[in-house]
Structures are given as structure tokens and as C-alpha cells.
T-cell receptor, first 114, second 113 residues
């Protein structure tokens, strides 16, 4: 009964390095969402993907951030040249995509940039 | 700007009491959902109410939706210490193929044993 799996749970990067966050959606789910959460804040939408397609990336910073959801394998959120302001918890969620279906969240990746 | 705004920001109650949390939103919605987040974990879906529904129940949870006032409330009856968590409302805006949810900042609920 695997839910949404995210790894790593914790990731420490120095400024200027790259961070790669992985997300495997629930079995049967073809829609993946990435959200970012800062302390004491709600979740900020970043990007919505279906297999091999980016549907909505309106919440993604224009520079350094990219996301993919290939035909095979997990969805990847990639942050290049990380800065301290990128430190946050990044959550992935999946859904089957049917109208009004709730999101199923992973336990997140906590990124710390030193 | 945030679509959903929860109220109060923090709530502390005694075990056995009822907890009422409110959410207001700005634009028209397709549905409104409530989620719970325990410390260090991901969000867990609690209940969804469609825009054409006014009230919904699930166990000890009762959700109301007033689209004329653009507001919703979540009532947890007979609270337990295990209900201690952050609670978020999220609004769904289905526009074509886009189905993203917009979350509020959340309410921190503490239930004292």
C-alpha cells in the first residue's frame, strides 16, 4: 500500500550546488504536483505535471528551477545553483486526475542550504 | 495572494471540547478541501465539499460551505490529543485540464489532554 514516496527526506547542499528531489506518485496516479512550504507558511504551488508534460508551472521561479515527470521513473524537481532562500520543505502530491479528486502527499524533502 | 485564509491562526482547547476553524476565500471555486498536517509530515486529506454542497460530515468532522460569503468552517467534535496538528483549507479551481489546489497558511490546533 505504497503512498507517495519522496526522497531524500533531508538534503543538505552548499550554496551553488544542485539539489535533485525525487517523487514517486501513488500507484495508478498520473498527475503530480510540487509544493514548497516555508516555516509558519502554507503550501505554495510550484508546478503540475502529467506524464511527460508540464501542465502548469506558474509557481516555478523562472531561473534555476525545473521539473520533469518522465514516461518511466519518478518525477524530479531540480534546483540549480542553490541559494539560502531555497531552504524549505518541498512536498510532492499525486492524484488520479479525475475532477474533484483529493491530493495524496508525500512526507516531503527538507532542503537546507548552508 | 493566498486564496484561502484560515481563522484563527492558532487554537488551544481541552480534550473533549469542540474545535471550530474557519476559512475564507476570494474567487469562485469548484470545491473546497480540508487537510491536516502533523509535525514533520505531509498533508493528509480530511474532507472535500463541492461548491453546490452546503454541509458534509465525516466521522467527528463537519464541514460547511457558504459560497455567498465565500467561507467554510471545519468543526471537530469531541477533540482528542491526537487531533493536535495544523489544518489547512484548499480551494480547487478546475479550469480546463488544470486542477491545482491553492492552500491557506493553516491553523495550529493544540488539544490539551
Amino acid at each position: 500500500n505504497a503512498g507517495v514516496m519522496q526522497n531524500p527526506r533531508h538534503l543538505v547542499r552548499r550554496r551553488g550546488q544542485e539539489a535533485r528531489l525525487r517523487c514517486s506518485p501513488m500507484k495508478g496516479h498520473s498527475h503530480v504536483y510540487w509544493y514548497r512550504q516555508l516555516p509558519e507558511e502554507g503550501l505554495k504551488f510550484m508546478v503540475y505535471l502529467q506524464k511527460e508534460n508540464i501542465i502548469d508551472e506558474s509557481g516555478m521561479p523562472k531561473e534555476r528551477f525545473s521539473a520533469e515527470f518522465p514516461k518511466e521513473g519518478p518525477s524530479i524537481l531540480r534546483i540549480q545553483q542553490v541559494v539560502r532562500g531555497d531552504s524549505a520543505a518541498y512536498f510532492c502530491a499525486s492524484s488520479p486526475g479525475a475532477p474533484n479528486s483529493p491530493l495524496h502527499f508525500g512526507n516531503g524533502t527538507r532542503l537546507t542550504v548552508t | 495572494s493566498q486564496q484561502g485564509e484560515e481563522d484563527p491562526q492558532a487554537l488551544s482547547i481541552q480534550e473533549g471540547e469542540n474545535a471550530t476553524m474557519n476559512c475564507s476565500y476570494k474567487t469562485s471555486i469548484n470545491n473546497l478541501q480540508w487537510y491536516r498536517q502533523n509535525s514533520g509530515r505531509g498533508l493528509v486529506h480530511l474532507i472535500l465539499i463541492r461548491s453546490n454542497e452546503r454541509e458534509k460530515h465525516s466521522g467527528r468532522l463537519r464541514v460547511t460551505l457558504d459560497t455567498s460569503k465565500k467561507s467554510s468552517s471545519l468543526l471537530i467534535t469531541a477533540s482528542r490529543a491526537a487531533d493536535t496538528a495544523s489544518y489547512f483549507c484548499a480551494t480547487g479551481d478546475w479550469t480546463g485540464a488544470n486542477s491545482k489546489l491553492t492552500f491557506g497558511k493553516g491553523i495550529t490546533l493544540s488539544v490539551r489532554p
